[in-house]
């Protein structure tokens, strides 16, 4: 069962322009990561944000997160080619010990 | 390169058979994590070890198992096996034996191909 679902589903931009995904979840967490997949190749982790958090930045990515809408955002700025995959958020449940991914977001950055 | 090392790369087998993944961590994380990814369930969580005892149960048929070993190698083992499992499945490793607070470190995966 996916616990997180991302929207949208796939985004195409040009070089240059910001990424937006969105990522929405159902049960209350302790932190949320996004992760980054280039097509069939593993997940490379991103950035984990903490339930207490609001904002985090790494690079050109930026993170935030609204527990009171169970949402999150990550924005990549000044995208590239490179940037192309498929992108996830990863949240646990609150509870669980379990790390449950959701559907992603391909994006598409076009040269 | 994330030292996360998954072996084979690829796998093709019958229906009805059983076949061995086997995943090495990255040096000095305890933790070892198993993920299926397929188009039309996505990436499912299937079951974590942490220092050699299962730690975590997701979406784990009974017709699949998992160990971790002494030396901190995991192999999931896949039986019976039927179209629907052809898959890429996935081992992670972290350093904490709680998921959520510290990132996953992914292999590169075994595709199988259950024909």
């Known amino acids: 069962s996916q616990q997180g679902e991302e929207d949208p589903q796939a985004l195409s931009i040009q070089e240059g322009e910001n990424a937006t995904m969105n990522c929405s979840y159902k049960?209350?967490?302790?932190?949320l990561q996004w992760y980054r997949q280039n097509s069939g190749r593993g997940l490379v982790h991103l950035i984990l944000i903490r339930s207490n958090e609001r904002e985090k930045h790494s690079g050109r990515l930026r993170v935030t997160l609204d527990t009171s809408k169970k949402s999150s955002s990550l924005l990549i700025t000044a995208s590239r080619a490179a940037d192309t995959a498929s992108y996830f958020c990863a949240t646990d449940g609150g509870a669980t010990n379990k790390l449950i991914f959701g559907t992603g977001t391909l994006l598409a950055v076009q040269p | 390169d994330s030292g996360v090392t998954q072996t084979p790369k690829h796998l093709i087998t019958a229906t009805g058979q059983r076949v061995t993944l086997r995943c090495s961590p990255r040096s000095g994380d305890l933790s070892v994590y198993w993920y299926q990814q397929s188009l039309d369930q996505g990436l499912q969580f299937l079951i974590q070890?942490?220092?050699?005892?299962?730690?975590a149960k997701g979406n784990i048929l009974e017709r699949f198992s998992a160990q971790q070993f002494p030396d901190l190698h995991s192999e999931l083992n896949l039986s019976s096996l039927e179209l629907g499992d052809s898959a890429l499945y996935f081992c992670?490793?972290?350093?904490?034996?709680?998921?959520?607070?510290?990132?996953?470190?992914f292999g590169n995966g075994t595709r199988l191909t259950v024909t």
């Open positions: 992670a490793s972290s350093s904490q034996g709680a998921a959520y607070n510290s990132p996953l470190h």
């Open positions: 070890y942490y220092n050699g005892e299962e730690r």
């Open positions: 049960t209350s967490i302790n932190n």
